[in-house]
């Protein structure tokens, strides 16, 4: 199995509106680091799993509806709880869209919160 | 699959008594770098995997028992060579146990023991 | 001259009210990554700097009043931009006041923003 | 299941004929970061999958022969794109063959091209 | 002092034709990663010492001419050596003419061609 | 002013024989990163600071005498407290001593015990 994986990062405002939050559950943000990878069993006459350059420009134009967002405020997160595992798969899934005809195998979504902690979110 | 992966390290003295380890069969130590993944299929309502807080809180405990330790002197270790496999496993093996009640699912640890070396263990 | 530094990090939300902060006008956040550095000339009978666990303590308190917060909210930063260069500052204020009668020499804050953007405050 | 990583890197000039590959046609370089990682599913009675310095040496091996070469030079690239993920398998490959008689497992490969792009071969 | 730092990174190709170089005097290459920083006294009204986004822009602007380039081929190398530390006052200086207008400080280039080498040059 | 760093490790066992150091004082070790810099106004006519392979060499001799070592039980550590900050100096002299004849600038030590915590030290 190959894999390429390509990152990038985006900073965000978000509020977990549960107590189980703790102190999370005020306003607050992240600097989210995103690793997406894309999987393939082959990788066909270009030696390439999926074109980088194609691959950082969906990841980028899918980043670019949170950049300097407040996810509370965005109407597809409404009655949501942004937590990373859940940023992860909407990532993985909006990645996934617009790959279509470019790309068709497996992604995996991994996101960074903090130097201590990420989720990841991967199709089975 | 979604995961989430906390990180947190701690510093030790060992040796490997067996003539196979050269010149790391005297006493030297290491600061290990653990990073303990918990996954799951699903992630219920509050869109998480396991919470945080309580996942660090287990892991800080089970490292607790290694903190500025001579790992040649504990007990459990007796017998044994604390590679950093071994290591990997053991630390898995106590949060999986610690974690009895509040998660059930996977669990995998890596173990950095140097910018160019690292060991994982993972249920399958 | 020697140095100790040490790492810590915090989640913030905030905003730019300022038009040339561009998209960063609205209220975002980030994950910030503090590492202050302590400098002296001379280490002492105990070959340190200053205490680490003390150091580390001090810092954890600063950092605990932005810990999960929206800096916008924060009657101290009313009126004023936090940028990293700002916080930076701050950060190395309040840390020198809480090591009063600890440590008297210089100290430094950087704070990383993201993978590839950092500010620094040193006095001199 | 448990495994052992090893990292290592080596600095390369190539070029990519094919139009594909937009301003990466031309000749220029890259400094790849190679992990290679041994799995085992036991451990045996030195705990460990894999000797470390014997793994690190046969990497070494490996990775002499691009060191500070032009890979559009080396007569086994010949007619073949020197993409991440080719080098990754290609490198997997001969580190599979230089283990023969000291490991018979699954052997994975990631290579770093840049701090924000990698790929990776994995035997499945 | 405050500073601000911004990261890039690019590809390049090249040789060292003196035999002082050993090894890499036969055409090899690198991915460099760039740390500019800016530095200044004040911060002026907007709390900043340069506009990131301007910063970034700048440097992209730099780095356009070498990326994936081969650095012996560039006329204004012609008869020079590429090395690290003459890229890092190389791109000093090209950074600091492109921000003339915009920033009139003191300004430091560190250049990482591996994760265990890395070169800088800093005005003084 | 020009400077070239190059990285390597260790790792070594010791204890702190003084109650400030509250749970380091039984034996535990550490994984050491050492970042060594060298210094220069000029660059000549390689274009470098100091030969990096030299460097890396002389780093390595350096280093040697304390991997897999108890820096306890090293006669010239007879009596110091070899902390963080201490072992930075004796680093940075023993390099000095030994770069004799081939550098004669400045150089500082950077030594990384965790992903949190460094000291260093530099001649002024």
Chains 1, 2, 3, 4, 5, 6 share one sequence.
Do not use: C
């Not at 949170?66 to 109407?75: A, G, I, S, T, V």
């Amino acid at each position: 199995m190959y894999s390429v994986t390509i990152r990038d990062h985006f900073m965000i405002a978000h509020s977990f509106d549960n107590h189980a939050f703790g102190p999370a559950q005020s306003l607050h943000g992240a600097t989210y680091v995103a690793d997406v990878t894309f999987y393939s069993r082959s990788i066909g006459p270009l030696n390439t799993v999926i074109d980088i350059g194609l691959a950082s420009e969906i990841l980028s134009k899918v980043l670019e509806q949170f950049r300097y967002k407040n996810l509370d405020e965005l109407p597809e997160f409404k009655g949501h709880l942004t937590t990373t595992e859940f940023m992860a798969r909407y990532i993985h899934n909006a990645v996934k869209e617009k790959a279509t005809g470019h790309f068709t195998g497996r992604i995996s979504v991994k996101l960074g919160e903090s130097p201590v902690a990420w989720a990841s979110y991967d199709e089975e």
